[in-house]
């Protein structure tokens, strides 16, 4: 088996966790034991990719879409998250690692932002990895959320048009502050990207697994990252542009 380059990880890694009821209903078991089962992949994953040395991991766990799925699984979802939340803080202390949030947070229950910002204000003085989770999260609702503030900063006068850029739109966005994504694996074979970072994916690299997110592990892990440590990441050039460092 070919090993990792350490020096040539992705900076920014970004997950769709995709295949929870799917890998459930194969087994006849509940939606909801597909997602407790996931839980477990996303503590291997976080801790891998920390201990690796992965400097910022997004997950994309709930989308604005997802509220739309029957009550009872929703329900059950943010029952599990908050369960996650608790459990897993102490760890993250121990890890090292930031936590942090992505998504409209006025969808969410009270209790859950509460949990939410507690674990984001305990871990804030930790400099490991940043671990975001996409929750009640949607990229074309969050572009119109930017666009709505960045209009209100124009009226006031605050921003001109001559001072818009890429990375002055890209502040506006719940990603404000992040680097784009490098990679971005997504799991259980579907080929879409469901409304996930839309406008921070330009040149991310895309990888995608028939394997269910509850049974992606060590080994599959390892195989997306070597799968993108032989790609060439050529943004709009030619291949001799970048060997000879143009
Ligand atoms: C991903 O698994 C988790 C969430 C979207 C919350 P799914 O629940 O989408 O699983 P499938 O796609 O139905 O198998
Ligand atoms: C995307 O998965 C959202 C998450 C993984 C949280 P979905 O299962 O909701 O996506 P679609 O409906 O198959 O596109
Ligand atoms: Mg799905």
Known sequence: MQALELEKLPRHLAIIMDGNGRWAQERMLSRILGHKKGVETVRTIVEESSLLGIQYLTLFAFSSENWLRPKSEVRSLMALLKKYIAMETPRMMRNNIRFNVIGNPDELPDDITKALQTAMAKTSGNSGMLLTLALSYGSRQEILRAVANLAVDMVAGRV???????????????????????????????????????????????????????DFDKGHFYDALRNFQARERRYGLTSDQLRKGE
């Open 160 to 214: 001109s048009k001559e001072d818009l850029t890429d990375d002055l739109f890209s502040g506006y966005l719940y990603t404000g502050g992040l680097p784009e994504p490098d990679f971005l694996i997504r799991t259980s074979g579907e080929m879409r990207i469901s409304n996930f970072l839309l406008w921070q994916l330009a040149y991310t690299e895309l990888y995608f697994t028939q394997v269910n997110w509850p």
